[in-house]
């Protein structure tokens, strides 16, 4: 080969390397939703349930609609992003602007399925791909993404799960196993998912605030309503760390409220941010520090309208109203910018079971300085099965080896077997999980005494292959039998 | 058909080319996740995206001269002082090894006066003519005139003199020597030291009462505790009077007190505590368990002493250093070093506690999540490590060592916010090493911020703790080592699974102990860079100043490197201290089974640990069951398979012992 070749054969290289280069630059980038972008939901006024509400309203043969709109385009002009599907609801943003994900149905006769749609509102796609209603979808800091989906068990009756999707893996895992109605879940900035739940089985609890890890573990309770009576609606994270969500004593109308927490200490006293003593607030949205959108109305007999509130007296400033329509579940693109944090996982889902290590401080501190042992039992049971007793050692502390995605309650009881208190949330491990709370009461909010727990110098009381699981799946919601992680 | 030769020749070149490229890529692969993941297979998909050669063949060398470029000059303000007259703010430049004089009338730098090495601490006489800085690697106290700005003299000291205390009244002035576990007493009218007085384990706060009656020592490390019991850490009641110890008390399951402070009534005495767990398996770190925070609160008229937590259910305040309270006594100030904040505590609603606690209303309040919500005030936020902090006179002003920013905010404490600051260094905080040593010591890395690198690793070092982090509880318990010159000591782990300080940092480390999002590959090597660079040990306090072993020394370094025992029978090769423990960093950076092992243990053989200032470091062995090092032989050896040795006299092993206290740095071989 002569030089000249060579030169000849750099010179198409180079050619073509500019080529590409320039067809790679001209590529459009990829669309976004404009920072402040309004995605909503419209709804026909008619007198049936709202879509929206829990799964509640997921049977009702209402057609809602996703709408997006410019907040500050006094027109109130808005455009309907959802015509191709027959129904859709709970939309959210992803952290980029680069796409939403919300759950719709296609027919009147199908089931309520999660789709991601890109911002130029082309791109569509299914990713949840179950039989069941599915619904709340949200966000994980990996891209990937999580939903609710609606389970029935005859023990049980009807509740919803947790899960997270893998993009890459197209795989779908459940992460809550307990007998709840878990729904309404966003992302706390330190990564973990927060979600409403309530107890189903096998008594009703108030709705209230949970936190678990993406991979599943960790689940606990995040925060109680307290006096101001239950939770709806999903609770938001400002870029300042305080918490936002909806309670009051009554659903629909009458006292409703919008209150705020720090996340360092979500069991300080809430601060009011609005109050209604006669409407409804159905959802809300930050638009920033202080500033909201929220889906209002006065009386049951109206629509439910937006409305931005902002201000250092919080009054309502109407956004978008209608006679024919509801407009609910407004979110507002880019409202928050902290991006929460990507937790890594350390279960091994090659491993059947997990452990779990309780520590009781109250016995703990009685026994160190009284000498005075432990003289209560604990109680676990599990669905369906007869209840194990357990004496804990002496100085209140249990160390198990539970089934993963198994759930157990486990109670203190007298020595004739009568729980003690009120009833514990139920607990579950995942594959390899290693876990533990501290006391025998809801309020866990105590940090274990650093001492040797005395169970642990026994082996771990074995609990596995003695429960019946609820099992969830992504194809088979309502399966109710022992869970096998392997298999999986 | 004509080949042509040169085409062929090109083919097979390239071929060669790519069968040789492609396993140099696989190959790569392999040592690459050999030192970064192990052999894990659940963690071998997590590994950091966009780590590169350079990470472990540039930054992590001791002696790479890329990492040795990007080290800039700081000076790192530790402690302050103000003069009476409020004209002057002094502050220790830990690195700089000077000490700052400040006009508060413009915050300009005044001067930098050189003193010893490592500067701890400042005092002040009341004609603000003399100031006193304790130099902790130098042992000694420096003698500052202030008119003059020149150090006068020097007052020597014991070991590590850190925390100083002055008695106006009596011409005193107390030294907490940190390394001698005691407090010299120095009268400062002849610059004598009167004695000292034994106290805790490595003292490092020490304060007067306004009523002058009490001196109060507080210490870092905790006593040594029987096997897997609490850490109870010494507070030492020193009468002003007397100048003699009047009493002992503990801190129960605490540890790393570093400053102490009185309420103007000389009712209490406040000092910050850190609540290790290691006791608790490590199986979440939610909810504090695995480290809190807490202020500890001694009453001088009946003896109690309570801890009260600083944090709060979902956020943590690590690595508590210095408290202040106000001249009203209304408040308390409190410098959260590992994150970057000062608590203020209204002390009147911590007295309605103490009561509470004291009528049995509370029991363990210290490990109560929600109970600080009844004391604090606000959290202010601050640049990077704030240790010492000072309020003005009035109690109007708070001034706070950035140590990690090189400069000295000022609040109001009225509004609490910032409304000056004083900078005492040039160098780019910014820069690779900086930044490093920024992680290191913030808790921002950690779930909910629950503890920093230096909650455990406090001075570099370790905090005298055995863990239980194992997947099952109660097994595989693990004595914290040294950070110090850990270059060129790998693998890492008693275990020896880390084979790099970047598998022990990396994606295993966000896995299983910080429990959150992994460094990014930018701030790993940053924070590898400093602690393969810039972490040294103090000097060895067993070595003679020549660096010429004693008479017993030299005896036990024989000892050490014997061949035969006192029967004249040979010592098989594996038995001899020399064969796992060689110079430079007495390691052999090999796995042994010496016998240790428990039915703990799941396995028998252990990484052979480093012995430079080793004296520094008891518990002993893997899970920090020897007190003592003599107990390695004494009690821990019964059958010579730790190095042959119960042939050996009472003079042999002090001999071997003193030898082996005097292994320090390895730049002495």
């Given at each position: 080969?002569?030089?000249?070749?060579?030169?000849?054969?750099l010179?198409?290289?180079?050619?073509a390397?500019l080529i590409?280069?320039?067809?790679i630059s001209l590529?459009?980038?990829?669309?976004?939703f404009?920072?402040?972008?309004?995605?909503?939901?419209?709804?026909s006024?008619t007198?049936t349930?709202?879509?929206?509400?829990?799964f509640?309203g997921?049977?009702?043969?209402?057609?809602s609609?996703?709408i997006?709109?410019?907040?500050n385009d006094?027109?109130?002009?808005?455009n309907?992003?959802?015509?191709?599907?027959?129904s859709?609801?709970?939309?959210?943003v992803?952290?980029d602007r680069?796409?939403?994900l919300?759950s719709?149905r296609k027919s009147?006769d199908?089931s309520?399925?999660?789709?991601?749609?890109?911002?130029?509102?082309?791109?569509?796609?299914e990713?949840?791909?179950?039989?069941?209603?599915?619904f709340?979808?949200f966000?994980?800091?990996?891209?990937?993404a999580?939903?609710?989906?609606?389970w029935e068990a005859?023990l049980?009756g009807?509740g919803?799960?947790?899960f997270?999707h893998?993009f890459?893996?197209s795989?779908?895992?459940?992460?809550?196993?307990h007998?709840h109605?878990?729904?309404?879940?966003?992302?706390l900035?330190?990564?973990r998912?927060l979600?409403?739940t309530?107890r189903?089985?096998?008594?009703?609890?108030?709705?209230v605030?949970?936190?678990?890890?993406?991979?599943?573990s960790?689940?606990?309770?995040?925060l109680?309503?307290?006096?101001?009576?239950s939770?709806w609606?999903?609770?938001?994270?400002s870029n300042?760390?305080?918490?936002?969500?909806l309670a009051g004593?009554?659903?629909?109308?009458?006292?409703?409220?919008?209150?705020s927490?720090?996340y360092e200490?979500?069991?300080?006293?809430?601060n009011?941010?609005y109050?209604?003593n006669?409407?409804h607030?159905h959802?809300?949205?930050?638009m920033?520090?202080?500033?909201?959108?929220?889906?209002y109305?006065?009386?049951?007999?109206e629509?439910?309208?937006l409305?931005?509130?902002?201000?250092d007296?919080?009054?309502?400033q109407?956004?978008?109203?209608?006679?024919r329509?509801h407009?609910?579940?407004?979110v507002?693109?880019?409202?928050?910018s902290?991006?929460?944090k990507?937790?890594?996982?350390?279960l091994?889902?090659?491993?059947s079971?997990g452990i779990?290590v309780?520590?009781d401080?109250?016995?703990?501190f009685h026994?160190?300085t009284q000498?005075?042992?432990a003289?209560?039992?604990v109680?676990?049971t599990s669905?369906?099965e007869?209840?194990?007793?357990?004496?804990?050692?002496?100085d209140?502390?249990l160390?198990l080896?539970?089934?993963?995605g198994?759930?157990?309650?486990i109670?203190?009881?007298?020595s004739?077997?009568?729980?003690?208190?009120?009833?514990?949330?139920?607990?579950?491990?995942?594959?390899g999980?290693?876990?533990?709370f501290?006391?025998?009461?809801?309020?866990?909010l105590i940090?274990p005494?650093?001492?040797v727990p005395?169970?642990?110098?026994?082996?771990?009381?074995?609990l596995?292959?003695?429960?019946t699981?609820?099992f969830l799946?992504?194809t088979?919601?309502?399966?109710y039998?022992?869970m096998s992680?392997e298999?999986? | 058909?004509?080949?042509?030769?040169k085409i062929?020749?090109l083919i097979?070149?390239?071929?060669?080319?790519?069968?040789?490229g492609?396993?140099?890529?696989?190959?790569?692969?392999?040592?690459?996740?050999?030192?970064?993941?192990?052999?894990?297979?659940?963690?071998?998909?997590?590994h950091?995206?966009?780590?590169?050669?350079i990470?472990?063949?540039?930054?992590?060398?001791?002696d790479?001269?890329?990492?040795l470029?990007?080290k800039?000059v700081?000076?790192?303000?530790?402690n302050?002082a103000?003069?009476t007259?409020g004209?002057?703010l002094l502050?220790?430049g830990?690195?700089?090894?000077s000490?700052?004089?400040?006009?508060l009338?413009d915050y300009?730098?005044?001067?930098?006066?050189p003193?010893g090495?490592?500067?701890h601490s400042?005092v002040?006489?009341?004609?603000?003519a003399t100031?006193?800085?304790?130099?902790q690697w130098?042992?000694s106290?420096?003698v500052?005139n202030l008119?003059q700005?020149?150090?006068?003299?020097q007052?020597?000291t014991?070991?590590?003199?850190?925390?100083?205390?002055?008695?106006?009244?009596?011409?005193?002035?107390?030294?907490?020597?940190t390394?001698t576990?005691?407090?010299?007493?120095?009268?400062?009218?002849t610059?004598?030291?009167?004695r000292?007085?034994?106290a805790?384990?490595y003292?490092?706060?020490v304060?007067?009462?306004?009523?002058?009656?009490?001196?109060v020592?507080?210490?870092q490390?905790?006593?040594?505790?029987?096997?897997r019991?609490?850490?109870k850490?010494?507070v030492?009641?020193?009468?002003a009077?007397?100048?003699?110890v009047?009493?002992?008390r503990?801190?129960?399951?605490?540890?790393?007190?570093?400053?102490?402070?009185?309420?103007p009534q000389s009712?209490?005495?406040?000092?910050?505590l850190?609540?290790p767990?290691?006791?608790?398996p490590?199986?979440k770190?939610?909810?504090g368990?695995?480290?809190t925070f807490?202020l500890?609160?001694i009453?001088l008229?009946d003896?109690s002493?309570i801890q009260?937590?600083?944090?709060?259910p979902?956020?943590?305040?690590a690595?508590?250093?210095?408290?202040?309270?106000?001249p009203?006594?209304?408040r308390?100030?409190?410098s959260?070093s590992?994150a970057?904040?000062?608590?203020?505590l209204?002390?009147?609603?911590?007295?309605?506690v103490?009561?509470?606690?004291?009528?049995?209303h509370?029991?363990e309040?210290?490990?109560?999540?929600?109970?600080s919500?009844?004391?604090?005030?606000t959290?202010?936020?601050?640049?990077?490590?704030?240790?010492?902090i000072?309020?003005?006179e009035d109690?109007?002003q708070?001034?706070v060592?950035?140590?990690?920013?090189?400069q000295i905010s000022?609040?109001d404490?009225?509004?609490?916010?910032?409304?000056?600051?004083i900078?005492?260094?040039?160098?780019?905080?910014?820069?690779?090493?900086?930044?490093?040593?920024?992680?290191?010591?913030?808790a921002?890395?950690t779930?909910?911020?629950?503890?920093?690198?230096?909650?455990?690793?406090p001075?570099?070092?370790?905090?005298?703790?055995?863990?239980?982090m194992?997947?099952y509880p109660?097994t595989d318990l693990?004595?914290?080592q040294t950070?110090r010159?850990?270059?060129?000591?790998?693998?890492?782990?008693w275990?020896?699974?880390n084979?790099?300080?970047y598998m022990q940092?990396?994606?295993?480390?966000?896995?299983?102990?910080?429990?959150?999002?992994?460094?990014?590959?930018?701030d790993l090597?940053?924070l590898v860079?400093?602690?393969?660079?810039?972490?040294?040990?103090?000097?060895?306090?067993?070595?003679?100043?020549?660096?010429?072993?004693?008479?017993?020394?030299?005896r036990g370094k024989e000892?050490f490197?014997?061949?035969?025992d006192n029967?004249?029978?040979?010592?098989?090769?594996?038995d001899?201290c020399?064969?796992?423990?060689?110079p430079p960093?007495?390691?052999?950076r090999?796995?042994h089974?010496?016998g240790t092992a428990?039915?703990?243990d799941s396995?028998?053989?252990?990484?052979?640990p480093h012995?430079?200032?080793?004296?520094?470091s008891?518990?002993?062995?893997h899970?920090?069951r020897?007190?003592t090092?003599?107990e390695l032989?004494?009690?821990?050896?019964?059958?010579?398979?730790?190095g042959?040795?119960?042939?050996m006299?009472k003079?042999q092993l002090n001999d071997?012992i003193?030898?082996?206290?005097s292994i320090?740095?390895?730049?002495f071989y």
């Amino acid at each position: 080969m002569n030089m000249k070749k060579i030169l000849y054969l750099l010179m198409i290289v180079s050619g073509a390397s500019l080529i590409l280069y320039a067809l790679i630059s001209l590529t459009p980038k990829q669309s976004t939703f404009k920072e402040g972008a309004v995605i909503a939901v419209r709804i026909s006024h008619t007198d049936t349930t709202i879509p929206g509400e829990n799964f509640s309203g997921l049977t009702s043969g209402e057609i809602s609609q996703l709408i997006l709109l410019e907040p500050n385009d006094p027109s109130g002009t808005y455009n309907v992003i959802t015509e191709r599907f027959y129904s859709a609801i709970s939309p959210v943003v992803s952290l980029d602007r680069t796409s939403i994900l919300f759950s719709a149905r296609k027919s009147v006769d199908s089931s309520w399925q999660i789709y991601k749609m890109g911002a130029n509102l082309k791109e569509v796609a299914e990713i949840s791909g179950t039989g069941n209603d599915c619904f709340d979808p949200f966000f994980l800091p990996d891209g990937n993404a999580g939903f609710s989906c609606a389970w029935e068990a005859d023990l049980f009756g009807r509740g919803s799960a947790l899960f997270v999707h893998d993009f890459r893996s197209s795989e779908t895992r459940p992460v809550t196993f307990h007998p709840h109605m878990d729904h309404s879940a966003s992302l706390l900035h330190d990564g973990r998912i927060l979600y409403t739940t309530k107890r189903i089985y096998p008594d009703k609890s108030s709705a209230v605030l949970n936190a678990i890890r993406p991979d599943g573990s960790g689940n606990m309770t995040f925060l109680h309503p307290g006096e101001y009576g239950s939770i709806w609606g999903k609770a938001q994270e400002s870029n300042e760390r305080e918490l936002f969500y909806l309670a009051g004593t009554t659903r629909g109308t009458g006292v409703n409220f919008l209150l705020s927490v720090p996340y360092e200490n979500p069991h300080r006293s809430p601060n009011i941010v609005y109050r209604t003593n006669e409407g409804h607030i159905h959802s809300f949205s930050l638009m920033n520090e202080d500033s909201f959108i929220i889906s209002y109305r006065e009386t049951v007999s109206e629509t439910l309208d937006l409305f931005k509130l902002s201000g250092d007296e919080k009054e309502l400033q109407p956004l978008l109203s209608s006679e024919r329509y509801h407009y609910i579940t407004p979110v507002v693109a880019g409202a928050v910018s902290v991006i929460p944090k990507k937790l890594p996982s350390s279960l091994r889902h090659t491993m059947s079971y997990g452990i779990a290590v309780i520590v009781d401080p109250e016995h703990s501190f009685h026994y160190l300085t009284q000498q005075k042992e432990a003289s209560f039992l604990v109680s676990i049971t599990s669905p369906g099965e007869a209840d194990s007793m357990i004496t804990p050692a002496a100085d209140g502390s249990l160390y198990l080896k539970l089934d993963a995605g198994n759930p157990v309650q486990i109670s203190r009881t007298n020595s004739d077997g009568v729980r003690i208190g009120e009833a514990e949330e139920w607990l579950w491990v995942m594959p390899g999980e290693r876990t533990g709370f501290t006391g025998w009461n809801g309020c866990r909010l105590i940090s274990p005494a650093n001492r040797v727990p005395l169970a642990i110098n026994e082996p771990a009381v074995d609990l596995t292959g003695s429960g019946t699981s609820l099992f969830l799946t992504n194809t088979g919601l309502n399966v109710y039998g022992r869970m096998s992680y392997e298999n999986q | 058909m004509r080949i042509n030769k040169k085409i062929v020749l090109l083919i097979i070149f390239g071929l060669i080319l790519f069968l040789a490229g492609n396993r140099f890529y696989n190959w790569s692969l392999d040592h690459y996740y050999y030192y970064t993941l192990g052999e894990i297979p659940e963690i071998k998909e997590r590994h950091i995206e966009g780590m590169k050669c350079i990470s472990c063949h540039g930054y992590m060398q001791r002696d790479g001269k890329l990492a040795l470029r990007l080290k800039d000059v700081y000076k790192s303000p530790y402690n302050l002082a103000a003069t009476t007259d409020g004209e002057f703010l002094l502050a220790t430049g830990q690195e700089s090894n000077s000490l700052f004089v400040t006009r508060l009338s413009d915050y300009l730098l005044e001067k930098e006066i050189p003193v010893g090495r490592r500067p701890h601490s400042v005092v002040i006489t009341d004609d603000n003519a003399t100031a006193y800085v304790s130099n902790q690697w130098s042992n000694s106290v420096s003698v500052i005139n202030l008119q003059q700005s020149v150090e006068t003299g020097q007052l020597q000291t014991g070991g590590g003199p850190s925390g100083m205390a002055l008695d106006k009244k009596r011409n005193l002035l107390y030294v907490a020597n940190t390394y001698t576990s005691n407090v010299s007493l120095i009268d400062l009218t002849t610059g004598k030291e009167l004695r000292r007085i034994r106290a805790g384990n490595y003292p490092t706060g020490v304060g007067i009462s306004p009523d002058e009656k009490h001196v109060v020592v507080v210490s870092q490390r905790s006593h040594l505790t029987d096997f897997r019991a609490p850490p109870k850490t010494e507070v030492t009641f020193i009468d002003a009077e007397t100048q003699r110890v009047r009493e002992r008390r503990f801190f129960m399951e605490s540890h790393i007190m570093e400053k102490v402070d009185f309420t103007p009534q000389s009712d209490l005495a406040l000092t910050t505590l850190v609540r290790p767990k290691n006791l608790v398996p490590s199986v979440k770190i939610e909810h504090g368990w695995m480290m809190t925070f807490a202020l500890g609160v001694i009453s001088l008229e009946d003896g109690s002493m309570i801890q009260l937590p600083l944090d709060e259910p979902n956020s943590y305040y690590a690595d508590p250093f210095d408290v202040r309270v106000s001249p009203d006594g209304k408040r308390a100030f409190i410098s959260h070093s590992g994150a970057d904040r000062i608590s203020v505590l209204d002390l009147d609603m911590v007295r309605e506690v103490l009561a509470d606690v004291k009528n049995g209303h509370i029991i363990e309040p210290e490990n109560d999540l929600l109970l600080s919500g009844r004391y604090l005030l606000t959290r202010m936020e601050t640049g990077s490590n704030p240790k010492g902090i000072l309020l003005s006179e009035d109690g109007s002003q708070l001034f706070v060592a950035e140590r990690l920013t090189d400069q000295i905010s000022v609040f109001d404490t009225e509004n609490y916010l910032k409304t000056g600051e004083i900078i005492v260094g040039q160098g780019n905080q910014q820069a690779f090493l900086r930044r490093g040593e920024q992680f290191f010591n913030n808790a921002s890395h950690t779930f909910q911020n629950q503890y920093s690198c230096y909650s455990c690793h406090p001075d570099n070092h370790e905090d005298g703790l055995t863990y239980d982090m194992a997947y099952y509880p109660g097994t595989d318990l693990s004595n914290v080592q040294t950070l110090r010159e850990l270059s060129n000591t790998s693998p890492f782990k008693w275990n020896g699974r880390n084979t790099s300080i970047y598998m022990q940092c990396g994606m295993r480390f966000s896995t299983f102990i910080t429990r959150t999002e992994v460094f990014s590959p930018d701030d790993l090597n940053a924070l590898v860079g400093f602690m393969t660079t810039r972490i040294e040990h103090p000097p060895n306090l067993y070595r003679q100043e020549d660096g010429k072993l004693t008479p017993a020394q030299k005896r036990g370094k024989e000892l050490f490197e014997r061949t035969t025992d006192n029967f004249g029978q040979p010592i098989a090769l594996r038995d001899q201290c020399i064969t796992c423990h060689p110079p430079p960093n007495f390691t052999d950076r090999q796995m042994h089974d010496v016998g240790t092992a428990t039915d703990r243990d799941s396995h028998q053989d252990f990484l052979t640990p480093h012995l430079n200032n080793i004296y520094e470091s008891a518990p002993y062995l893997h899970d920090g069951r020897a007190n003592t090092l003599e107990e390695l032989w004494t009690v821990f050896n019964d059958d010579d398979e730790h190095g042959v040795a119960n042939d050996m006299t009472k003079d042999q092993l002090n001999d071997l012992i003193e030898y082996i206290l005097s292994i320090g740095s390895s730049d002495f071989y």
